[in-house]
């Protein structure tokens, strides 16, 4: 039996993204909410999937791979959320359908060698930290004309992180004016992957189609092993 605090909890952020869509003239089914899963057991994913979940998110390879693999009777999309390494990259993407966190040139040389065809975000970095993940917004053009000149990869749009200094809606059109730049080289990669627990009503708002929800929904994150 799927635990009612997880299904409340489930039922209220799905309830708050619809009438954010309302409220921005959106169409919900326009939104997919990745429910990211990371440090929860596979059980908790199987309970998602009751619940009608079916596109959920990890960040640590050493750990997604085995929960994959546990629940590979589940028809799931997994979306690798998480910063990569680009020695595990050709890995993940052997179980991910998406990676979000595409950000340098030799993460998609790696990625290009994958077996199977893997859909992919860029992730700009919105700081002036050079140890955040995202590539520098200057440096978008060239990434994107890498990863289109892969036989693997499709790109799909832009991923960011709203900054914990600026309020998220100003980030988060900061990042619709690096799509102008991306949509210059690739007309086709229209999604933006932003917005997470604390500020997915605003990343609504500004027009994003992919949301990566965890704690709003998982509850509190149980300790690493």
Same mark, same amino acid.
């Given at each position: 039996?799927?635990?009612? *605090? #997880?299904?409340?909890?489930?039922?209220?952020?799905?309830?708050?993204?619809? $009438? !954010? @869509?309302?409220? *921005?003239?959106?169409?919900?089914?326009?939104?997919?909410?990745?429910?990211? /899963?990371?440090?929860?057991?596979?059980?908790?994913?199987?309970?998602?999937? $009751?619940?009608?979940?079916?596109?959920?998110?990890?960040?640590?390879?050493?750990?997604?791979?085995?929960?994959?693999?546990?629940?590979?009777?589940?028809?799931?999309?997994?979306?690798?959320?998480?910063?990569?390494?680009?020695?595990?990259?050709? !890995?993940?993407?052997?179980?991910?359908?998406?990676?979000?966190?595409?950000?340098?040139?030799?993460?998609?040389?790696?990625?290009?060698?994958?077996?199977?065809?893997?859909?992919?975000?860029?992730?700009?970095? #919105? /700081?002036?930290?050079?140890?955040?993940?995202?590539?520098?917004?200057?440096?978008?053009?060239?990434? @994107? $004309?890498?990863?289109?000149?892969? #036989?693997?990869? /499709?790109?799909?749009?832009?991923?960011?992180?709203?900054?914990?200094?600026?309020?998220? =809606?100003?980030?988060?059109?900061? =990042?619709?004016?690096?799509?102008?730049?991306?949509?210059?080289?690739?007309?086709?990669?229209?999604? #933006?992957?932003?917005?997470?627990?604390?500020?997915?009503?605003?990343?609504?708002?500004?027009? @994003? /189609?992919?949301?990566?929800?965890?704690?709003?929904?998982?509850?509190?994150?149980?300790?690493?092993?």
């Amino acid at each position: 039996m799927v635990d009612s *605090a #997880l299904a409340d909890r489930y039922r209220g952020v799905t309830e708050v993204i619809a $009438e !954010a @869509a309302t409220k *921005a003239g959106r169409n919900v089914g326009d939104i997919t909410t990745v429910v990211v /899963t990371k440090f929860h057991p596979a059980q908790l994913v199987r309970d998602l999937f $009751e619940l009608g979940v079916r596109h959920v998110g990890e960040s640590r390879h050493q750990e997604a791979e085995p929960k994959h693999a546990e629940l590979v009777d589940l028809d799931l999309t997994w979306h690798f959320v998480g910063q990569l390494q680009s020695n595990k990259a050709v !890995a993940v993407s052997t179980y991910c359908d998406v990676i979000h966190s595409v950000d340098r040139s030799s993460l998609v040389s790696k990625l290009a060698q994958a077996s199977r065809g893997v859909d992919v975000f860029i992730e700009l970095n #919105l /700081t002036d930290d050079p140890g955040r993940g995202g590539v520098w917004p200057g440096e978008l053009t060239e990434l @994107a $004309e890498q990863v289109l000149g892969t #036989l693997t990869l /499709t790109l799909r749009g832009l991923m960011a992180v709203a900054p914990q200094d600026e309020q998220p =809606v100003k980030a988060f059109e900061r =990042v619709l004016g690096y799509r102008e730049t991306l949509l210059s080289v690739s007309p086709q990669s229209t999604d #933006l992957s932003l917005g997470m627990s604390g500020d997915f009503a605003e990343a609504i708002a500004v027009g @994003a /189609t992919h949301l990566r929800i965890g704690t709003a929904i998982t509850g509190k994150r149980p300790t690493p092993a």
